[in-house]
Nanobody
Framework: QVQLVESGGGLVQAGGSLRLSCVAS????????LNWYRQAPGKQRELVAA???????NYADSVKGRFTISRGNAKNTVYLQMNSLKPEDTAVYYC????????????WGQGTQVTVSA
């Protein structure tokens, strides 16, 4: 099993920046990718950014050029640097881990609220 704990959310004005962190524990060697999703009120959860164990990254079109996903040196930490934030970035942000094996292939953190004021 994998446990995920996010931190770093908060309230920021439009144009500002926030950095989210997610620390994975448990069977971290099974992790294939660490990802950030978000869910705004009344909307479906959507993938924001992803990074594989090999370092390949992927971004939603809506955040390209503004958000950067990275992993810490210990490989069990993933960050989401969010710059030039917009009110439409307001959502609960969830850390997600996809693992290579086991009966459960995806794990989720508890989520952290990001609110961007106009």
């Amino acid at each position: 099993q994998v446990q995920l704990v996010e931190s770093g959310g908060g309230l920021v004005q439009a144009g500002g920046s926030l950095r989210l962190s997610c620390v994975a524990s448990g069977n971290i060697f099974s992790i294939n990718s660490l990802n950030w999703y978000r869910q705004a009120p009344g909307k479906q959860r959507e993938l924001v950014a992803a990074i594989t164990s090999g370092g390949t990254t992927n971004y939603a079109d809506s955040v390209k050029g503004r958000f950067t996903i990275s992993r810490g040196n210990a490989k069990n930490t993933v960050y989401l640097q969010m710059n030039s934030l917009k009110p439409e970035d307001t959502a609960v942000y969830y850390c997600n881990a996809v693992v290579l094996y086991g009966p459960q292939r995806a794990y989720w953190g508890q989520g952290t609220q990001v609110t961007v004021s106009a």
